[in-house]
């Protein structure tokens, strides 16, 4: 009788088992087919169901991965532009094959966040090209400075759905910008003989003083979140050894850079990453580092005289000048339109007494004055959106090492945007970053299947 229960109980077992097996699969077929469905694994993620022949798609994620991660790393370095434009596009032939190939469907770049407002700008600013009064930079810097980072970002937010690669990638920002931080200071102290209260000079095209914050920045956000909350538990303490270090080269960096905006985006993200572990350390890392600043030639530079008369206020002044003239499309998404002769007459004209006409050392006034108030808006719009979407990341608390992520995502961009609204940002420099946090963001969004609704 006994035998016989158990075999009993073994079939009713089996049975079960059974059904469980195609209820799931029944449930995973109705996910993929799900039109509003945000899950996607990554480009493999349709490789086993694809029948075409071809590169592999690990391999090609892979490459992928590899040629933006390389991209990214060699941003800050000198003389490495024919690398760079190497990774960038290989990157990109990769990633159109797995397009060719099936491995990734076109309605899934749908799925992206926003990536509707982003083609919307993108299609207005290629309209305002049309009426362009530099029409070849125009065209030019559409290319350099949009359509391209439109495919860095949305290939990025694709591979960063493996959340490995984040950690990877993090690691990879901190140690460019440690890499290049340490030979800053190596030149400044001990090539050029300077001492702390000497201002830096870079001697570097790609990144001059002013533009060391939008390296420094993100990089010291990225530097307190694997202090807190390293990748991996058998060398942690390795790892936060060398935060400690790299976090105290950010920081003599950013002193002598003697840069007003740098300065505060060091306390924004210093600040957020501390207080968010641990409140108390962080209200005394906010004394500590209001005293060092005390005794810094920086302090000199928020005097309220500074403001009042600075260069900076006065191309705010002539950019108001240039979109009063030109209202809808702007001058064309060319940053040499400032130069422009047609703008001279404004200096004339101007009820503000505007005599120097130039690039405005802000982002939104850029923005506005090269692809019109409508323009601007979309950009404002856009970047409202992605704080709105990493700030629901970083108030999961059901989810603390994405809810960490949002945090450190949030406040790096943050950081970003307000440096650049009060420096050019016709850079890759800024763009580069600007738009790899714009992705890891994004990337977080879709792992927490936030809907798409920007």
Known sequence: MSNLKNEKQATEEMGTDRIDQINNKKKEQTKSTDPNSNNIE??????????????????????????????????????MTFAKGLFLYGGFLSFVLVLIQKRLAITDIQKVPLIKLLLLFTFWAFLGLFLSINV???????????????????????????????????KLIILSAFLISTYLLYKHFFLDRHSIQIKLRTDLPEMPVNWVGFLLVPAEALAVKFLFQPASIKNKKKMQTFMVLAISVFFLLTIITQSRATSIGFFLVILSGFFFKNWKIGVVLLMLLLIVFSFSP????????????????LLLFSSIEIIKQYPLFGIGYGFEGFNSKELDDLKKN?????????????????????????????????????????????????????????????????????????????????????????????????????????
């Open 136 to 170: 070849g930079n125009s065209i030019h810097d559409f290319h350099t400075y949009l359509i391209r980072y439109l495919f860095f970002y949305v290939i990025l937010v694709f591979i960063l759905q493996q959340k490995d690669r984040m950690e990877i990638l993090g």
């Open 42 to 79: 990554g480009l493999g993620a349709n490789t086993k169901q694809s029948h075409t022949h071809g590169v592999d798609g690990s391999i090609l994620e892979t490459i992928i991965c590899s040629c933006l991660f390389a991209y990214i790393f060699l941003t800050p370095f000198p003389h």
């Open 350 to 454: 101007s009820q503000r007494g505007v005599t120097n006409i130039g690039a405005p050392h802000n982002i939104f006034a850029s923005i506005t004055v090269r692809t019109g108030i409508i323009g601007g808006v979309i950009f404002l719009m856009l970047f409202g959106v992605y704080v709105r979407n990493t700030w629901r990341v970083a108030r999961d608390k059901l989810n603390k090492p994405n809810q960490f992520w949002g945090v450190t995502t949030l406040t790096a961009c943050c950081g970003i945007i307000f440096i650049a609204a009060v420096e050019p940002d016709g850079n890759h420099i800024f763009h580069t970053i600007f738009f790899t946090f714009l992705g890891m963001g994004s990337a977080l969004s879709m792992q927490r299947n936030q809907p798409n609704d920007a």
């Open 298 to 313: 920086v302090k000199k530079k928020f005097r309220p005289s500074n403001f009042i008369n600075a260069p900076r206020v």
